[in-house]
């Protein structure tokens, strides 16, 4: 019995190894088709010629919707081209950037020196260009009757972690004495990077327990909508849908109190609150004809499709100098 | 006297019978709360979504507008995947728990096995994706594809089946293999003919369950680099892939609200397929019930 168990068993383990051999022989067949790029003209314009493979994208969770408009519109000139979009985050995409994984990397901050230099450690050189403009909005309860703009330096002292303000009273005398609560995205993303280093001076957010952290937007949203003496800050989209609930704080950035919206954003004045969101693609793979073809388009038609999505698009003279950038 | 303990019994009786009606109320709240929480969510579910459930949500590919955007890649990405994860994890499962119930002897190495088999059965699914990641993605080098994904969420539910299979072959009454063995079969005859089919029931019942946990997971996937847009259907195992409850999350985290309803719409479809799983779950056993 007990050898006839025996023998059983190693046949048992010799048909699961013949099965996991055969599955990675299909894979690998697999790829070998799918990743072989069709020999078609290179030089003549996208437009026109049929080109196929796969481009890989990752990155930004904020820049994600920009880039499935325009991969959605771009399958239409390319149905060969596959253009699959993840959302690691954007410190998740530039790691798989730097580690060549990824052709365009979303991102919604500019690259950190750390992440450059592991980028040239293997050897990655990149593009770095800007898509569109959000505006990152400070925003208060509808039923908060007394905040009519705040300053810079109130800001910092109602988020940062030194000299915190813990009651409105605290920013302006003249302010209720109630305490502030604050609604914050984590610290995984962007817009907190981005709020972190202009509002912050990079000292981080206070952490007591009036914060509110979440990776989720539309939780901020409700729970600013929800306490009268709440106050967050999100991208300019989440605040334009909402905009029935929420109260828009105009931001003085030295030039008295300007409220964001689609003209103050562009024409940079809503500053230093408006951030302009990347693409970094790598320079190699630019020099594949379905990247070249996808990132060209991407530069062509990103104003009109940011904006739909929700964004700003750039002035056009910026546009120039982003695609000057290509080569 | 005697009528005084008359008395008191009939106190007592029905402080007793009071008692039990408390429970009685305590527990039907019990009960009650899981299908009014699960009322509310359907309710609220339909309410956001029903105008969303059209074909476009079955035959289109994600899009920027909401009233063109369907879940075609994804729904397809789930089905494939729970294609393969069935049989791949019926098989490995039921083995292990074949081996563990009919032919592994009692001993310490078996035991620890065992709390093993038990232990990872809770080990929550962000692990797997980490693990998947480790040896399926980078070790294995399949990539960030639909076979990695197969094989992490595989490695997902094994536990749950082992654990499970093994307690429908343990509820076989000893009675149908001792009449198996004095009719002279051997062991693999016994364990193939009068044992399996008899735990049939159970063993399916708990494989399905499982396949549905494993819908439902987000976590594992994201790890290991399921795509959030993605419009073109996988064809062949090393293509990269979507799930829906990853573009459930993508619509719900947009700020426009026809993209909330659009997930709800997603949800609607998910809870369907899983009410769907369980159903055939309950057909299955009572067809097997039937045979035995």
Known sequence: MNSRTRIRLQAGLVIALL??????????????EGATPSPTDTDSPAETAQLSGQIEIDGSSTVFPIMEAISEEFNKEQPNIKAPIGVSGTGGGFKRFCTGEIAISNASRPIK?????????????????????????????????????????ELTKIFGSENTAKTWKDVRPEWPAEKILIFSPGADSGTFDYFNEVILDKKGLRSDEAVSLSEDDNTLVQGV??????????????????????KIVPIDGGKGPITPSRDTIKDGSYSPLSRPLFIYVNKKEYGRPEVRAFVDFAMDNVPTLAEEVGYIPLPDEKYAEQKAKLK | MNQWTTADDHKRVLMRRRIDFMLRLLFLLCTSIGIVALAVLIVSIVVDGFRYIRPELFLNYPSRRAAQAGMKSAIVG????????????????????????????????????????????????????????????????????????????????????????????????KIRRD?????????????????????????????????????????????????????????SLKDSFSVMPIQIFNWISRPQEEFHSLAAAGIMVLLALLLLMNFSAILLRNKFQKHI
């Open chain 2, 179 to 235: 009449a198996s063995f004095a009719l002279g079969a051997d062991k693999w005859q016994t364990v193939s003919r009068a044992v399996l089919p008899s735990a049939m029931p159970g063993i399916l019942t708990g494989v399905i369950l499982a396949m549905s946990r494993a819908i439902g997971e987000t976590a594992p996937l994201v790890m290991i680099g399921a795509l959030t847009y993605i419009s073109f259907l996988p064809s």
């Open chain 1, 113 to 153: 020196d750390e992440e450059k230099t592991s980028c040239q450690e293997k050897g990655i050189e990149f593009m770095d260009l800007a898509v569109a403009y959000d505006g990152l909005s400070v925003v208060v309860s509808k039923e908060n009757d007394f905040v009519d703009h705040l300053k810079i330096d």
């Open chain 2, 78 to 173: 789930s089905i494939y995947m729970l294609l393969m994860m069935a049989p791949i994890s019926f098989v490995f499962g039921v083995g292990a728990a074949i081996y563990l119930e009919e032919y592994a002897k009692k001993n310490r190495a078996t035991r620890f096995i065992q709390l093993n088999i038990s232990t990872l059965a809770g080990v929550p699914s962000i692990v797997y994706g980490i693990l998947g990641l480790t040896i399926f993605v980078r070790f294995f080098a399949l990539e960030r594809s639909l076979i990695s994904g197969t094989l992490t969420m595989t490695l997902l539910v094994l536990p749950v089946i082992i654990v499970s299979a093994q307690e429908a072959i343990k509820a076989v009454p």
């Open chain 1, 19 to 32: 099965l996991l051999a055969v599955i990675s022989a299909c894979a690998n067949n697999a790829t070998n």
């Open chain 1, 225 to 246: 909508a929800g306490s009268k003496y709440g106050i967050g800050y999100f991208g300019f989209a989440y605040y334009e849908e909402n905009a029935d609930k929420l």
